[in-house]
T-cell receptor, first 112, second 115 residues
Framework: GNSVTQMEGPVTLSEEAFLTINCTYT??????LFWYVQYPGEGLQLLLK?????DKGSNKGFEATYRKETTSFHLEKGSVQVSDSAVYFC???????????FGTGTRLQVFP | GAVVSQHPSWVICKSGTSVKIECRSL??????MFWYRQFPKQSLMLMAT?????????EQGVEKDKFLINHASLTLSTLTVTSAHPEDSSFYIC???????????FGPGTRLTVT
C-alpha cells in the first residue's frame, strides 16, 4: 500500500542554518505530495504542496520538489528562524481522493 | 483562514465509560470531516471519513461500533469512543474540508487517557 517515510527527529539547528528534512514515498500512480506544519498547541497547517512530477512547492521560505525518479519530496529552507520550531509532516494523497497518508513527523528545534 | 476547533483538548476517563469528542468548523461549512488517531512518534492514521448527513466511512481495521461518528450538521462532527479501554488512549485529531477549499483544515487535537 501507499506509505510515507520521513527522517526521525528531533532536528536541532542554530538560527540561520540550512534545513533539510527528507521524505520519500511509496505509491501507485501519481499522488499529490504535501508538507504540513504543526506549531505547539495548534492544529496541522498546510505548508506547501506539489501535484505532479518536477513541481516545486514553496511557502514562507520553505521549498520542496516532487521527484518522481527518486520518489522523494524533501523539505528545505535556506535560513531557519527560531519561529520555525515545530513538527513537520510529509503526506501524500492519491489522485481524486481526499485521503491523506502521513509520515511520522519530524520535530525541528531552532535555537538562537 | 478556515479554523477548526476540538473539544475537549484533553480528557481522562475510566475504563468502560464512553467519551465524546467534538469537532467544529468555525467559519466555514464542512461538507467532509475526517478523524485521525496518532500514537506517540507515529503517523496520523485515518480512522474514518464523514460527509454531512450520511454515515461515516471507516478505514479497514477501525471498529465502527466502538468509534461512533456523527456528522449531523455542516459545522459539527462528533467522535464517541464507547466502552473505552486503556489501549484507546491516544491523540485524536479531526480535519474538515469543503468543496471550494481544496484542502483539509485540522483541529488542534484531543488527548484521551483511559485509566
Amino acid at each position: 500500500g501507499n506509505s510515507v517515510t520521513q527522517m526521525e527527529g528531533p532536528v536541532t539547528l542554530s538560527e540561520e542554518a540550512f534545513l533539510t528534512i527528507n521524505c520519500t514515498y511509496t505509491a501507485t500512480g501519481y499522488p499529490s505530495l504535501f508538507w504540513y506544519v504543526q506549531y505547539p498547541g495548534e492544529g496541522l497547517q498546510l505548508l506547501l504542496k506539489a501535484t505532479k512530477a518536477d513541481d516545486k512547492g514553496s511557502n514562507k521560505g520553505f521549498e520542496a520538489t516532487y521527484r518522481k525518479e527518486t520518489t522523494s519530496f524533501h523539505l528545505e529552507k535556506g535560513s531557519v528562524q527560531v519561529s520555525d520550531s515545530a513538527v513537520y509532516f510529509c503526506a501524500l494523497s492519491e489522485k481524486n481522493t481526499d485521503k491523506l497518508i502521513f509520515g511520522t513527523g519530524t520535530r525541528l528545534q531552532v535555537f538562537p | 483562514g478556515a479554523v477548526v476547533s476540538q473539544h475537549p483538548s484533553w480528557v481522562i476517563c475510566k475504563s468502560g465509560t464512553s467519551v465524546k469528542i467534538e469537532c467544529r468548523s468555525l467559519d466555514f461549512q464542512a461538507t467532509t470531516m475526517f478523524w485521525y488517531r496518532q500514537f506517540p512518534k507515529q503517523s496520523l492514521m485515518l480512522m474514518a471519513t464523514s460527509n454531512e448527513g450520511s454515515k461515516a466511512t471507516y478505514e479497514q481495521g477501525v471498529e465502527k461500533d466502538k468509534f461512533l461518528i456523527n456528522h449531523a450538521s455542516l459545522t459539527l462532527s462528533t467522535l464517541t469512543v464507547t466502552s473505552a479501554h486503556p489501549e484507546d488512549s491516544s491523540f485524536y485529531i479531526c480535519s474538515a474540508s469543503a468543496e471550494d477549499l481544496y484542502e483539509q483544515y485540522f483541529g488542534p487535537g484531543t488527548r484521551l487517557t483511559v485509566t
